[in-house]
């Protein structure tokens, strides 16, 4: 039985109320038979919803002989409780069915860890409503203070114990995962151009992913089909290769503490160069699912800043790219013109694979205009310069064959002296890696024998 009570603040689809709650508990592996709504301008502290519509939904639990109940919100182990004893049901809220499906999709240790601390933080405050079973025999040895610790409150408190014991090994050893990732994604930022995908869960980022990369990510018509950041390499041809990292997808109120476990996981997008924002045009709650990307994003972002900031670091929020994926399923292209006015510069697009064999110019919707803008940005301002390099360095000199297009070549001794058109980030990588160059109205370097006079 799904359940929920509208207050005047609540984010829904108003064009089908439990349409996401009924895929989540589908995912999960229930069976719906039945859904009950109340309005109210503030929640009943003790069951949320009114003791009336408590009891209405007892009698339609028996009536579809319902089992569990899910709330599409998040509950006080209280009002758990109290709503079971008036039910006679088990009572499941939002987050311990997201975490529920979390748990069942974690493949990778990093992604159990992160699920398994999420469950223990979400467990902890909630021990004491699951012993409440045992307080008939709390108390036996006195009245308050001393001897009114029975049976049920040492066991309690025992459970609290290892409870937190196991969230400091979870966080301990999650943080050297962790920390090495963070490593990583900053040294692939530092080498590489690195493009992150982001968006609602279920909006086709894998499915992109798959068709701009040879990734193999897993992609399905389900909800959370992605729980781990995959990055692969995504030819943007002419030579030009950056970085695509595939994200978990959000979700409309996802919990805190699996926002906070999943922080890491999300590094990638964090601190991409550039992030394609998926949408999937054609859902009909887009409007509330951009709501919830952006406003995850702005969240994100503000806090990677603050972290930059605490370190004394720089920190460049990424440029972004909206997508308007599955546009090819509209029937009415005023929908798309509507949300290309709401997002300017905003992509239609799909996401599918071309038929092998396609050429660049036929490829689907949007994907020639997405290739173009990441290139550009990849670029950078093209520029024509003279660069010389010793033949040793032969990275620098593989970079502007390839990325740059080259006009002519002088060979003199043991060095190349280049005259091309390339992009300015191609430049600036050329410096990170030891490439002196004099870009025009500059000042000349030193010389060393390899500075362009």
Known sequence: MLAAVRLPQSQYDLSDPFGELKALAEQAGAIVV???????????????????????????????????????HDLSPKQIANIEKETGRKVIDRSE????IFASRATTREAQLQVELAQVEYTLPRLRAMWTHLER??????????????????????????????????????????AR???????????????????????????LFNTMTAGGAYADNRLFATLMTRTRQWDLGGGLNVMLSDTVGFVRDLPHNLIASFKATLEEAVHAD??????????????????????????????????????GEEFTPPERIVLLNKADRLRDNSERL???????????????????????????????????????????????LEISLPFRQAKAIHLIETQG????????????????????????????????IRVAGEAPAARDGWTTP
């Open 34 to 72: 039945g859904e009950l709504t109340q309005n109210l301008p503030k929640p009943v502290s003790a069951t949320y919803m009114g003791a009336g519509k408590v009891v209405e939904l007892k009698a339609l639990c028996e009536l579809l002989h319902a089992s569990t109940i899910i709330f599409d």
């Open 97 to 100: 069915l997201i975490l529920d």
């Open 137 to 178: 025999i709390v108390g036996v040895g006195g009245i308050g203070g001393i001897g009114t610790r029975g049976p049920g409150e040492q066991q309690l408190e025992i459970d609290r114990r290892l409870a937190q014991a196991r969230r400091l090994d979870l966080v301990r050893e999650l943080e050297v995962i962790q």
């Open 181 to 207: 990732k963070r490593r990583e994604v900053r040294a692939r930022k530092a080498e590489h151009f690195t493009v992150g995908l982001v968006g609602y869960t279920n909006a086709g980022k894998s499915t």
């Open 274 to 311: 550039v992030l394609l924002i998926v949408l999937d045009v054609s859902d009909p709650a887009i409007d509330l699912h951009e709501k919830t990307v952006r406003g995850t994003i702005d969240e994100l972002l503000r806090e990677a800043q603050e972290d930059a900031r605490r370190e």
């Open 338 to 384: 509507v949300w290309q006015q709401r997002l300017p510069g905003a992509i239609p697009l799909c996401a599918l694979p071309a038929p092998e064999g396609t050429p660049p110019d036929r490829l689907p919707m949007g994907q020639a205009e997405l290739i173009r803008r990441v290139r550009d940005l990849a670029q950078g301002r093209v520029e024509e």
């Open 405 to 436: 297009k080259v006009l002519d070549r002088q060979y003199d001794g043991e060095s190349v002296t280049f005259r091309v058109q390339i992009g300015r980030r191609q430049v600036e990588q050329l410096r990170a890696g030891g490439a002196r």
